[in-house]
């Protein structure tokens, strides 16, 4: 009984393990765009919608829209329609023709604040953290602009000046940059005490290299999405300086001064502000997401991530 | 007897405290207090003490990672404290460092070829883009690691492997001293031995001289030549390493070694143990400096302050009770392990 128990063991029950398909298929890591929108989303919507606001900005007059400051009395207040997609305001502008123009107002703005204030702030910030003397001479004049409301700061500069898109963007710029030198300042004054910022002085290396090799790209993360909180930020006060006035002027439409005078109509014609405002939220919102996906990638460690 | 390769006399570090509305200076905290060494070619010392007591304040010193606020550093006869930075950027070649901490002692943005590369481009060893890359697979080959790791971030590496990489980063320089700033104590014990046996490798294999600034005294033994053990920004003994472990002549260095653990279960170690805090590097007692913690402590000691005195070849300590006769000497009646 033993004996045919053994034997059957080794003749018959002789077991070859199969052939088994590995537990986990190895990730297949796709390429290109796609593959490039999937691993960060946040990216993809916020630079798609950036991208559509760019082309609508760029393409405005070719998209089936009219004269943005033509008047036609007549038509005052109409409500959204075949005609008039956004419907009229109470001078009878197409709003239509008005949020698409406005388009280039707030784009240029948003991106040229956020890359004048952040190529400002950046300098400063480097000066401070770097040439210690100079720090508290500079933080001390920040500080003093800082303790100002940014909002406040800007309408005060478009007060000494007349409205035009330029001079916008410079208030808002001067506003905004001391924000990004603080932040600069201080992310330098730790990266300067990291080791590998000893490691490479005690390795020879020169002080642009060990600015522009070692401090700079560790501090792209931070300066991107600071960048684009001024941007979204600037978009909004460019609104407000245009809400109250003090902005660009009102045959330029802007989605600011398209609210500002919709205002006193906004409980009965509604849909005059509710198209600016929603592309201006939508906008601001894109900008956010793009800055935060861009921090998610732009830090090697999570860009190697399966 | 040649010249040694490293000289430091009384070296001296004060961080200014700056504080109210203009920024005054209110005082000073006297991190590194006189210190003299030397280090030999192809020696390795160790520069031991606890936390606080000013070791790696000597390493960056060394390094000319600050200005000095007294003293000599002379490096194969030449002074290298008082050069201008470009006058000392040629110099520092010949001094490199390892950090303890391997996640921050590498660039996070830079791969470990451009890291490599660094000093070897800086100091112009190599030119040729294809010798530079050459070299730097033959450093991480020389360190364990793969030839073909060089094309990665920081980050795909593991702690042990960071800090190789951080001592091939040292070596590209074709250095004459490595300074050792706590470089093992960040890794587990497996991992460290390994590390210490490649610094043992590299230093036979290249004749390096090292300064192993610790407090793992068991490695230090294992691996020194010398040892100077530090308190509160003085030495206080140093000798050869049979000296300073076998027959210690301070008693915070006693203190120190009744402290290291003993793999035997045997033995039972006559423990020293040291009563208060290290006393604030601000305001350093008055005489010697160990007197508040001293399990020995006399008159002479609150007063006085012991200077190094010779005990033997190359054996210095700074205590007074090696002034009594021995038979009157408290801490050589004391057995060291019962």
Redesign the interface.
């Known amino acids: 009984m033993k004996d045919n128990l053994a034997r059957s063991l080794t003749e018959q029950d002789v077991v070859v393990a199969r052939e088994l398909p590995d537990i986990l298929e190895p990730k297949k890591r796709r390429s290109g765009l796609i593959g490039f929108a999937f691993r960060h989303p946040a990216i993809a919507i916020g630079g798609g919608v950036l991208l559509v606001m760019f082309l609508i900005a760029l393409f405005a007059p070719l998209l089936g829209t009219v004269d943005p400051s033509a008047i036609a009395p007549s038509k005052r207040t109409r409500a959204p329609s075949a005609d008039f997609w956004f419907g009229t305001d109470m001078l009878g502008r197409d709003i239509y023709s008005r949020v698409m123009y406005g388009a280039r107002v707030s784009l240029t703005v948003g991106f040229g604040v956020a890359l004048c204030a952040s190529a400002i702030g950046l300098v400063i910030g480097l000066v401070s953290g770097m040439v210690r003397w100079t720090d ?1 001479i500079i933080m001390r004049v920040i500080d003093g602009m800082m303790s100002i409301p940014p909002i406040l700061l800007a309408i005060a500069l478009m007060a000494l000046t007349r409205g035009s898109m330029g001079n916008v963007i410079l208030a808002i710029t001067i506003a905004e940059a001391p924000r990004v030198a603080r932040l600069v300042r201080g992310v330098v004054l730790s990266l300067r005490e ?3 910022v ?9 002080m642009p290299k060990l600015i522009f ?2 401090i700079l ?2 501090m ?1 993360a931070p300066i991107t999405v600071q960048a684009t909180y001024i941007c979204a930020s600037a978009m909004i006060t460019e609104s407000i300086l245009s809400f109250i006035g003090a902005g660009i002027p009102p045959s330029t439409p802007s989605w600011g001064n398209i609210m500002a005078e919709g205002r006193s109509l906004w409980q009965v014609k509604p849909f005059i502000i509710f198209f600016p405002a929603t592309f201006l939220s939508v906008t601001v919102l894109a900008v956010n997401l793009l800055g935060d996906g861009l921090r998610d990638a732009l830090d ?2 999570m860009a ?1 991530r399966i | 007897m040649s010249a040694p390769l490293l000289q430091v006399n009384d070296l001296k570090k004060h961080f200014p405290i700056r504080g109210g509305i203009f ?1 005054t200076v209110t005082g000073y905290v006297f991190a590194v207090d006189g210190i003299s060494f030397t280090i030999d070619k192809g020696e390795t010392l160790a520069l031991v003490g606890e936390s606080g007591c000013g070791k790696s304040t000597v390493g ?1 010193a060394l ?1 000319r ?1 600050f200005e000095l606020t007294s003293g000599q550093v002379v490096l194969d006869g030449q002074r290298i404290d008082q050069l201008s930075n470009s006058a000392l ?2 110099l ?2 010949r ?3 390892v ?3 391997p996640f ?7 791969k470990v070829r ?1 890291i490599l590369a ?2 070897i481009h ?2 112009g060893l190599l030119t040729d883009k294809a010798a530079i890359d050459k070299r730097v697979g033959d450093l991480m080959e020389k360190v364990g690691l793969r030839r073909d790791a060089i094309d990665r ?1 920081p ?2 590496f593991s702690g042990g492997q960071r800090q190789r990489i ?1 001592i091939a ?1 040292a070596l ?2 074709e250095p004459d001293l490595i300074i050792c700033d706590e470089a093992v104590s960040a890794l587990d014990v497996s991992v460290k031995a390994q590390i210490v046996n490649l610094l043992c490798d590299l230093q036979q294999e290249l004749g390096l001289a090292l300064l192993f600034i610790s407090h793992d005294l068991a490695i230090v033994e294992h691996m020194t030549h010398r040892v100077a053990v530090m308190y509160l920004g003085k030495i206080v003994e140093k000798g050869t390493r049979d000296e300073i472990f076998r027959a210690p002549m301070h008693p915070y260095t006693r203190a120190l070694l009744s402290a290291v653990p003993v793999p035997d279960p045997d033995v039972v170690p006559n423990r020293i143990i040291l009563k208060g805090d290290v006393p604030s590097p601000m305001k350093p007692p008055k005489g010697c400096r160990f007197n508040t913690r001293c399990p020995y402590v006399f008159d002479r000691c609150r007063s006085e302050e012991p200077k190094l005195e010779m005990l033997g070849h190359k054996h210095r300590a700074a205590c007074h009770l090696n002034d009594l006769p021995a038979d009157e000497n408290p801490m050589l009646n004391a057995a060291l392990r019962v």
């Open positions: 508290g990291q080791p590998y000893d490691a490479a002085v005690a390795a020879g290396t020169r090799k070692h790209p560790n792209l090697p460690r190697k | 920024s960056k390094l990672l950027r040629p520092r070649r001094i490199q460092v950090f303890q901490d921050s002692s590498l660039n996070p943005r830079m451009d660094e000093p800086n100091f971030w980050h795909e951080g980063r590209a320089a």
